[in-house]
C-alpha cells in the first residue's frame, strides 16, 4: 500500500505564507496527475493545483499568482507554497496522485490524510 504524508498545515493571519509537502512512501511506475485539493467546511473538495501527466500545472482561479506547486520526482513528493493567505483559504487541504503502481493496472487515486490550514483576519 502507498501512503501519503502530509505536512506543514497550521495557523497564519491573513497576508501570511505556509509551505505544505506530501510525501508518496513508495515510489510509481506512471503518475498522470499530482496535486493538492481542499474542502471547506460543508464543501465538497476541489482541486488547488496539480501536475498533468506531462508536467504542465493546472491551478484553481482563486490560488493564481498566490500558491505555487512544485515537485521532486526522485522524492515522490509534492509541494505546495501558499502566500498572501485569505480567511477563505482556511481549509484542509489534501494531497493527491492518480497513479499505477503494478505494470497492466489501471490508475488508482491515493489520497493524504488532509492537513488543516487556518488563516485567522
Not at 11 to 33: E, H, K, T
Not at 38 to 66: H, I, M, S
Not at 72 to 79: C, E, G, R
Not at 90 to 112: H, M, Q
Amino acid at each position: 500500500q502507498v501512503q501519503l504524508v502530509e505536512s506543514g498545515g497550521g495557523l497564519v493571519q491573513a497576508g501570511g505564507s505556509l509551505r505544505l509537502s506530501c510525501a508518496a512512501s513508495r515510489s510509481f511506475r506512471s503518475i498522470d496527475a499530482m496535486g493538492w485539493y481542499l474542502q471547506a467546511p460543508g464543501k465538497q473538495r476541489e482541486l488547488v493545483a496539480a501536475f498533468t501527466r506531462d508536467g504542465t500545472t493546472n491551478y484553481a482561479d482563486f490560488v493564481k499568482g498566490r500558491f505555487t506547486i512544485s515537485r521532486d520526482t526522485a522524492k515522490n513528493t509534492v509541494y505546495l507554497q501558499m502566500n498572501s493567505l485569505k480567511p477563505e483559504d482556511t481549509a484542509v487541504y489534501y494531497c493527491n496522485i492518480r497513479g499505477v503502481r503494478v505494470l497492466g493496472l489501471a490508475p488508482s487515486d491515493y489520497w493524504g490524510q488532509g492537513t488543516q490550514v487556518t488563516v485567522s483576519s
